[in-house]
């Protein structure tokens, strides 16, 4: 996320200068306090919290539970929910339903949630007593297919394994939420019902060779690798770590020991639980190898994958570091789900290191990304953020969706505490400016928060002790904070020291009952441009980004249904000509943003945008923002520089919307989304990335089903690469063959597209609003490979 920066002279709030700080210096290893110790006090993050308890326990405990009741034979008291309930993924909710009820619980001591969670364990533990040996899961036909598993017989590819959609990952949930039941609440059921499951499974992956563990991990898994990390910390039981060690993924893990980024075109958020894993085993097993290998992940993916809200990646995919184009171009902006992940890695490697860099990352991503995820009345979460100009994002509804980023979702907004402070054994660490009041028990020692950050620049803390006690007060010094010292008081008179950007400001005294700690922070305006230096710059203010609200025209879908993909924003793009671009350059900011008189952290540009429309453009945290179109990144250029390139623009814009009005089904080959929703099937196939665009190809054959619900369609196309030659194959269409191919590497270095008409024989096969297009090898020869495959109308 470190990208050239530019300043714009805002600074609103002068500070004093200080002095050198002498002797004291912050602890390498660190301990977060529990989340029981910590409660927020008002501000946007306790609300955040509030909403989504409600959210959260909206929900119907026996129907999250039924797909566990079905699979151990028992009969169900409810059904299923839908949408992604139902639709393979059955019973990945209710792992993150529990990790969400402990969170809940340990963070308010809110009596329903411990209620639900007793309920919750009840049933599992009432269906791993019925399956009678240790296991318990949602997944269809679990049973049988672990049974599978542990005799060897292994199908995977990156979204399945042995035709279910990723179960290996669905059943990390489930792991994953009875670990944080034990460790946030100490229920003794949950523990029990982990160590039977945890037993289950080093039966049946026992049973491979490491070859074969490592075929089956090409399929999505979540965190596994953690998941017996953590039952190992637990138990003390050497047979989890040595699980765990074998259940990382040397594919991912190997590149990055020697310091490799091999990343682009890969599922992004399948990789991060898996580098938290190698974090947490090279943690918990002294290996440094392993911790190094996290750290470099990390520093790639913030400093070079990053955008200015912490978030990564398009169609859930790392794009090229070096090229950041699909970010401004796509509708599927970064997913939530991978900066869920990231803050944990960023948890884990602070507490590990004490390093501060960890911290703004989180906190910048805690701002930005996270909180403006859930939508602030109604508690609706988000999946991908568009960072397209002038788009919107999609919500959740309580009962209707049940996408990852609704599970992972309902886990962010519930542990706003877990790193406003640290300690070390004497000392402690004040990390995030966010109203709130700790509990530190063994030292006696309450400290209140008291802070309208980041709407004030300021924050005071009020320490309460038993008795007078001598320790370290560390106050972190934010990097965004360099342009004046940070400046604090104890009891009115300033203290004597200082501290560079990214350090603790430190404090040390025999504090007594009453005590006030007075912090203020300096802000200001300043842009960021993408990673890739492309001309694309986000405005920031301290830590919050900000962006513009730019209306409510044809926000489709804003709060989503249970189709498939109904977390994407399928409504029209804006034109990439009708949106201003930003006039910037370094220096020549100054008065081109007012402060808005009433509406903290709003300002209304002047003459920093062109055309600027009547009004100006009103620009506020991207974390107010819903309902709307936004845009937080703008293109940077000149008047003259616009005027000349509107055309080539505007005729781009044009036919990418002819295209869009044209096309009525579109899958992407060998992306995980795109194939589980057009019900992808194979026989010897195998998927990649060329000059980075996926592709997929086959010995046997793939499939897809397209729909056309309005029996429209008229022409398929499917995309090939030009120099691919000696590859024969047939597309089928609902069993009927529509066209034989020949490529034969003829079209040189570039994406041919290749139009086929549909006869009326196979339009007149489409009953029931869908097509299936098989791609079949010729014998000997191979099926592919497509970039792309697209329904069309005859426009």
Not at 170 to 192: M, P, R, S, Y
Request: include cysteine; charged fraction near 25%.
């Amino acid at each position: 996320m470190k990208k050239t920066i530019f300043y714009l002279s805002l600074v609103l709030v002068p500070m004093v200068a200080g002095c050198a700080a002498e002797g004291v210096k912050p602890s390498e290893k660190l301990q977060a306090f529990p989340l029981s110790s910590v409660r927020l006090a008002d501000g946007p993050f306790k609300h955040a919290s509030e909403v989504n308890d409600t959210y959260v326990l909206s929900h119907n405990p026996d129907r999250l539970l039924a797909p566990f009741l079905k699979d151990a034979g028992l009969q169900p008291k409810a059904e299923n929910y839908g949408n992604w309930e139902s639709m393979g993924l059955d019973g990945h909710t209710g792992g993150h339903y529990l990790s969400s009820l402990a969170l809940i619980a340990a963070s308010e001591g809110n009596r329903e949630a411990y209620e639900r969670l007793d309920y919750m364990l009840d049933e599992l533990a009432r269906c791993q007593e019925a399956n009678g040996n240790g296991y318990v899961g949602g997944i269809p036909g679990g049973k049988t297919m672990w049974e599978e598993i542990r005799n060897g017989n292994i199908r995977a590819n990156n979204f399945g394994l042995n035709d279910r959609w990723v179960p290996l990952y669905n059943i990390d949930k489930l792991f994953a939420g009875l670990i944080d039941v034990w460790n946030h609440t100490g229920n003794e059921k949950a523990k029990k019902i982990l160590i039977g499951l945890s037993d289950y499974f080093v039966g049946v992956f026992g049973n491979l060779s490491d070859e074969q563990l490592q075929d089956m991990l090409r399929s999505e898994h979540g965190g596994l690798n953690k998941d017996f990390a953590d039952v190992f910390q637990i138990t003390g039981d050497e047979r989890y770590m040595v699980m765990a060690q074998r259940l990382s993924h040397k594919f991912i893990l190997d590149p990055l020991l020697q310091g490799e980024d091999r990343l682009s075109g890969l599922h992004a958020n399948t990789q991060i639980p898996k580098v938290i894993g190698f974090m947490t085993i090279g943690e918990m097993s002294g290996n440094e190898d392993w911790k190094r290998a996290a750290d470099f992940f990390w520093h790639t993916v913030v400093n070079n994958r990053s955008i200015s809200i912490g978030g990564n990646s398009t169609y859930e995919h790392f794009h090229p570091a070096d090229d950041f184009s699909s970010m401004v171009d796509s509708r599927q902006g970064p997913e939530t789900c991978n900066t869920y992940n990231m803050l944990k890695l960023s948890r884990a490697l602070y507490l590990s290191s004490g390093n501060l860099e960890y911290i703004d990352y989180y906190e910048r991503a805690m701002y930005n990304h996270i909180l403006s995820s859930q939508h602030p009345e109604h508690g609706g979460l988000v999946y991908f953020t568009p960072m397209r100009p002038q788009h919107y994002r999609v919500y959740s509804n309580p009962g209707e969706t049940f996408w990852c980023c609704v599970g992972s979702g309902i886990e962010n907004h519930a542990k706003y505490g877990e790193l406003i402070y640290a300690h070390d054994r004497e000392n402690l660490y004040v990390n995030l400016f966010i109203s709130s009041e700790l509990i530190w028990a063994e030292k006696g020692v309450k400290v209140s928060q008291e802070t309208w950050f980041p709407e004030d620049a300021k924050s005071t803390l009020t320490i309460n002790l038993e008795q007078p006690s001598e320790f370290t007060v560390f106050v972190r010094h934010p990097r965004w904070n360099d342009k004046a010292p940070l400046t604090v008081k104890v009891n009115g008179r300033k203290v004597r020291g200082s501290s560079a950007p990214g350090e603790y400001f430190a404090v040390t005294r025999e504090w007594k009952d009453g005590d006030k700690i007075e912090i203020s922070l300096d802000m200001y305006a300043y842009g960021e441009y993408l990673p890739d230096n492309s001309p694309y710059m986000s405005i920031l203010y301290g830590p919050v980004v900000l962006a513009s609200s730019d209306g409510d025209y044809r926000l489709d879908g804003l709060v989503a249904d249970g189709s498939r993909m109904g977390h994407v924003a399928h409504g029209p793009l804006v034109s990439r000509e009708d949106v201003p671009v930003m006039l910037a350059s370094e220096g020549d900011w100054d008065g081109k943003l007012v402060p808005v008189e009433g509406s903290p952290l709003t300002f209304k540009a002047s003459g920093l945008f062109y055309p600027e429309p009547e009004g100006g453009i009103e620009l506020m945290p991207f974390y107010r923002v819903h309902d709307a179109r936004y845009t937080v990144y703008w293109n940077v250029t000149t008047k003259e520089e616009f005027d000349t390139m509107k055309a080539e623009i505007e005729e781009r814009e044009k036919a990418l919307q002819a295209l869009e009005t044209a096309t009525i089904d579109f899958v992407q080959p060998g992306q995980q989304q795109p194939e589980t929703e057009h019900n992808f099937k194979s026989m010897d196939s195998e998927n990649g990335v060329h000059q980075d665009r996926h592709w997929r190809h086959a010995r046997g054959w793939f499939s897809y089903e397209l729909k056309d619900s309005d029996k429209e369609a008229a022409i398929l196309r499917i995309t090939c690469f030009g120099q691919d030659g000696g590859r024969n194959f047939d597309i089928l269409m609902n069993g009927k063959l529509l066209a034989t191919v020949n490529l034969d590497g003829s079209k040189g270095d570039t994406f041919v597209d290749m139009d086929f008409e549909i006869p009326a024989e196979i339009l007149a096969s489409n009953k029931d609003g869908k097509f299936e297009v098989k791609f079949v090898a010729h014998p000997g020869s191979i099926a592919g490979g497509i970039f792309g495959v697209r329904l069309m109308r005859n426009n």
